[in-house]
């Protein structure tokens, strides 16, 4: 009897899981495809299929222009947090020198502060380099979010490679930078494809720097919390429902593309040998 409960216990908890996970991605779908009275409908199945939302996310204000700013932004960033976070993983994964340990530490301490702590100290950072109110600004501020544990992670992952080829690399005449490039990276693609692609999301769904850094260069976060309707009292819920499922739709694809290389990277390292 066991032997039945067992898996039917298992599938029904992946089911509750898969239906807790996607249940609310369903609803945005469903509620973007509603107009005027059809919001207030409790029903699970689409009365039918209304794309005029998505339509007038487009019409109502530059969206198009507001998606290009993030795709900029984040893509900047996961290019700039992997190439500072390699060289950095390499030389604190595998370079032995006094204060290795507690740098690391402070590493990962600076991931764990919140946004509203650095803010204001940002701020006077962003003015200083004459960047506010330009997209650099955001840029240079969500390396915060992203660089510390793009470091911490491909440091992990450092650690754990053969050092026989690294010493190999060196005795044929390689310079570190080479050794860099042409052995670890290869070998790291898989940590590097899942830091990178967490570091897209970061950069992709930050609100509070877009808002305070840059308002004149949107991105889709603060984009969508401005939508309005026609009058004070009006919430556009089908629109904010259509642009949410328009900003979703990208990482979605990311992670069905790279998911083999998402699943390496997550368990690299996990064991030895």
């Known amino acids: 009897m066991s032997k039945v409960l067992k898996p039917i216990g298992f599938w029904a908890l992946v089911a509750v899981i898969v239906l807790y996970a996607v249940f609310p991605f369903y609803y945005a779908i469903l509620t973007s495809m509603r107009t005027g009275q059809a919001l207030f409908s409790t029903s699970l199945l689409p009365d039918s299929l209304d794309f005029s939302n998505y339509v007038g996310v487009f019409e109502q204000q530059p969206f ?22 390699v060289t950095a993983a390499y030389a604190l ?125 949107r991105t889709v976060p603060v984009a969508i919390a401005s939508m309005s309707g026609a009058s004070q009292q009006e919430l556009p819920w089908g629109n904010i429902m259509a642009g949410s499922v328009i900003v979703t739709l990208p990482l979605i694809v990311l992670v069905l593309i790279f998911q083999r290389k998402i699943v390496a990277g997550l368990t690299a390292g996990a064991v030895k040998g």
């Open 64 to 85: 198009a222009w507001n998606i290009w700013n993030s795709i900029v932004v984040a893509v900047t960033v996961v290019l700039i947090s992997l190439f500072l976070g």
């Open 93 to 217: 994964g595998r370079v032995h020198f006094k204060g290795r340990g507690l740098l690391l530490m402070t590493i990962l301490a600076v991931s764990m502060f919140p946004q509203v702590a650095v803010l204001s100290g940002m701020y006077e950072v962003v003015r200083a380099f004459g960047l506010y109110n330009t997209m650099p600004a955001l840029m240079l501020s969500n390396l915060i979010l992203t660089l510390p544990f793009t470091v911490w992670v491909l440091t992990t992952f450092m650690k754990e490679l053969p050092r026989e080829l690294e010493e190999a690399a060196f005795v044929d005449g390689a310079s570190p930078w080479t050794v860099v490039r042409r052995v670890f990276m290869p070998l790291m693609w898989p940590a590097m494809v899942t830091t990178g692609l967490l570091a897209f999301i970061a950069a992709w769904n930050e609100f509070l720097f877009a808002l305070t850094f840059s308002p004149d260069n």
